[in-house]
């Protein structure tokens, strides 16, 4: 009998000790409208948590390749979440992607945290497609909220075969970037009349890496509207951040309309 308590103890044990980690699955998925890869994931640990007990967690992190983007949690009644978020800056078609579900706190029977199950995402190849084809020119300025001034010249295509030009300056400050860009759509809004000239594209959304104050590593996230002539309607929005550090923002513009210059989208020329 003693054995048989022991045994069924020891079972108890075993089997309890299993809901007491994170579990993890994900994939990568590519938005073509955006040209934009998400990572989808969800957390969750033993599904025999209301039999058992001790499933509960107030603190699970969720990190991509070792940085975390989201903290949640295990609760009554299914144990679980789920999210989505940006794959990492930089990540090119091809390059996996860890997914990292983390116990910060301890188990709500008292067992003490730190266990975390990992998995992998391979970025799809599909997100260098580019929902339409064209180009940008243009140039001027715009007053950003705080007052500065913004100057910004470029010349930048809707697909990644070529190397782009997007110079930005403010308050003695210099941003350029004259590499190809890392992710880039292009789309038209059936609501903004860019016309003339008449292009395919009004709106280029893209990603890019270049020098600040003629420093490697930083990246420019920007956004630029054509809203036809002579310019006063054109929006744009730029963020410059330090590439191993993105919470290390430099200067960010919310999109706006421009105050000068003129942004001019156009068919694109033939090129290999």
Known sequence: ?????????????????????????????????????????????????????????????ILLNGVVIESNSFSEPDYRFSGSYPAPVGAQPGDSVS???LAVDAWSNGTEGGQSRSTSVTIP??????SGTGRFTGGGHQIRVDAVRITRGFTLHCDLLLSNNLEINWKGNHFHMKEHMETVA???DPDIIQAPPEA???TIVGVGQGHYNNEPGYTIEFTLVDAGEPGGDDQAAFKLYETANPA???????LQSITGGNIQAHADQPHK
């Open 125 to 130: 190849d599909t997100c260098t497609n580019t």
């Open 1 to 61: 009998m003693l054995k048989y308590l022991s045994i069924t103890f020891v079972l108890l044990f075993s089997i309890s000790a299993q809901a007491h980690h994170p579990e993890i699955s994900a994939d990568a998925v590519c938005d073509e409208t955006t040209g934009e890869v998400n990572i989808n994931y969800e957390s969750w640990t033993w599904d025999s948590c209301d039999y058992y007990g001790g499933c509960g967690n107030t603190r699970i992190d």
């Open 200 to 202: 395919p594209v009004d």
């Open 99 to 101: 997914v990292t579900a």
């Open 248 to 254: 290390n923002v430099i200067m960010e513009v919310p």
């Open 186 to 188: 292009c789309t038209d």
